[in-house]
């Protein structure tokens, strides 16, 4: 668990970590950062060095105390939408609830732009997390709008196992907010990087990978750990 606890520690002090999620589901790694800490140059590093979907993630808990739900919900309840709502390949449905932009950004997709997005939601969410349910919802709906260019990823852990919930179980093991960001490491010829080459891509980053089996493995043996 050593691996784990450097992870804790990184993520404390707004260092990125990668997880790792499991060979039989999308066998990919993502950068994560906690989202408190998220700068302009932590999103470049995220763009240039990962370049997928960068990503907010907090718990479904949460979204539902600030009246959000999830965008395959919401769809169900459009007519004709439900036929566009087929589950990924790797069979879960997805974390996605609606994409924001802080009221204050420009175009909102400047790396200055989703910073302060992000750096806003989670303010946000650490208001809620204190039981200022009230005010909480207050800040979000006067402060941000949508569509906009941060998507937001609702985790539910234990029923679900993708990255989303990987990063809530250690965040909430680290005793920090549940707000982070995530962002898929893409690989330049296009195709999935192997787990050797997530290692090399680590030690470039000075930091570590740990994989999804780990955190599911310690959150089993920590059944006081609820998100």
Avoid at 95 to 121: E, K, P
Wanted: charged share 30%; hydrophobic share 40%.
């Amino acid at each position: 668990m050593n691996n784990l606890k450097i992870c804790i520690e990184k993520l404390r002090n707004g260092e990125p970590i990668l997880i790792y999620d499991f060979d039989s589901r999308e066998g990919e790694a993502d950068i994560v950062f906690r989202a408190s800490t998220i700068d302009p140059d932590k999103i470049k590093l995220m763009r240039k060095i990962a370049g997928g979907l960068i990503c907010f993630v907090t718990s479904y808990d949460i979204g539902v105390k600030l009246g959000l739900d999830l965008q395959t919900r919401i769809f169900q309840k459009l007519d004709g939408m439900n036929r566009l709502l087929k589950k990924p390949k790797y069979g879960d449905e997805p974390a996605f609830s609606i994409w924001v932009n802080h009221v204050d950004v420009s175009t909102g997709i400047r790396d200055v732009d989703r910073a302060l997005t992000i750096r806003r939601l989670a303010e946000v969410v650490k208001i809620v997390e204190n039981g200022d349910v009230e005010n909480g919802r207050e800040v979000f709906y006067r402060e941000f709008y949508t569509p906009g260019h941060v998507p937001i990823l609702l985790g539910r852990i234990g029923k679900r196992w993708g990255h989303t919930e990987l990063s809530l179980i250690i965040s909430k093991i680290a005793n920090i907010e549940p707000a982070l960001v995530i962002c898929e490491v893409l690989y330049e010829s296009n195709t999935v990087p192997t787990f050797e080459e997530y290692l090399k891509i680590a030690k470039d980053l000075n930091t570590i990978i740990i994989r999804g089996s780990d955190i599911v493995r310690l959150y089993r043996e920590l059944e006081s750990v609820k998100i």
